[in-house]
């Protein structure tokens, strides 16, 4: 059972065997902003760390042979059981794996709204199989290609989690139009100047006119949607 979030501080705890991947993504832009409005915080662990094993091996070979290595079970439970207990507030875990469920947008909103997250990074070939059937996390992957480990879709998905956290951005006005959050991609967009190169602004978006500003920029974002990704729209009307 995990905690929803009340008050105003998301806790993140990342168990991963390469903690300093984390460091410049952490440092910058929107999560660097979450962290001084104290309204996330992180907690970078190191697997190795909790290895019993006089090398702090965590990986071995795989029975029945094959070829990569597979994470122990022992590091992995010693590591989240530790760390669970830094706080007095259950975690949702995550599990991060190519064979998890696809990571969208409509599963960041569900975490954004957690208290309390665990990341659990794997490496190498994959994760002994008793680590999936003994810690309860959500399996997650970040799409259908192999990366070398855990760490980057993590990032990926704290970034996208982070972000919906509310407070976090500034107005939430933005959060509201953006691609995937009404099951269609984003309108067009445009800035100064009016005319860049021969290519022109279109005038409705300078006439002032906000009922039919708002009427183009639906009807675009459903004209986009339908050229690039026509599989959201026949989503939406399966809802
Ligand atoms: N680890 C390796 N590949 C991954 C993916 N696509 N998503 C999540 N974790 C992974």
Redesign the pocket.
Known sequence: MCCVLIGNLMRIDILTLFPEMFHNVLENSILRIAQEKKLVSFHLHNIRDFSTDKHKCVDDKPYGGGAGMVIKPEPIFNAVEAVEAKEDLASKKIL???Q?KT?DQNIADDLSKEARLMIIC?HYEGFDERIRSGIDAQE???????????EI?AMVIIDAVVRLVPNVLGGNGSLQNESFTNGTLEYPQYTRPAEYRGMRVPEILKSGNHRKVEEWRMKEAIKRTQERRPDLLDKKTKE
């Open positions: 991060l794996t190519p998890g990571f794997g997650i992957s970040i799409g259908d290609y192999v990366l070398t480990g855990g879709p």
